[in-house]
Nanobody
Framework: QVQLVESGGGLVQPGGSLRLSCAAS????????MGWYRQAPGKQRELVAA???????NYADSVKGRFTISRDNAKNTVYLQMNSLKPEDTAVYYC??????????WGQGTQATVSS
């Protein structure tokens, strides 16, 4: 069982930045594909960014060039650096750990609000 704990959300003005962190409690962190998802009110949860065990990344078109996902396997932590934030980035952001679709874990979510 892997527990994921997100942190780093908050209120920021448009154009600002936030850095989300997701710490995994146990397990062989390095083997998991780690992802950040978000869910805005009234909308479905969507993939924002993911990073494989080998370090390959992919991003939603809406965040390309603004968000960066990274991981530190020594710290069992994945990060999401969010720059040039827009009001439409407002959502609850969830961390996900997945291993070959056999094991799938979610964090409790952290709220990011972009508003002036």
């Amino acid at each position: 069982q892997v527990q994921l704990v997100e942190s780093g959300g908050g209120l920021v003005q448009p154009g600002g930045s936030l850095r989300l962190s997701c710490a995994a409690s146990a397990g062989i962190f390095s083997i998991y594909t780690m992802g950040w998802y978000r869910q805005a009110p009234g909308k479905q949860r969507e993939l924002v960014a993911a990073i494989t065990s080998g370090g390959s990344t992919n991003y939603a078109d809406s965040v390309k060039g603004r968000f960066t996902i990274s991981r530190d396997n020594a710290k069992n932590t994945v990060y999401l650096q969010m720059n040039s934030l827009k009001p439409e980035d407002t959502a609850v952001y969830y961390c996900n750990a997945n291993y070959r679709h056999l094991y799938d874990y979610w964090g409790q979510g952290t709220q990011a609000t972009v508003s002036s």
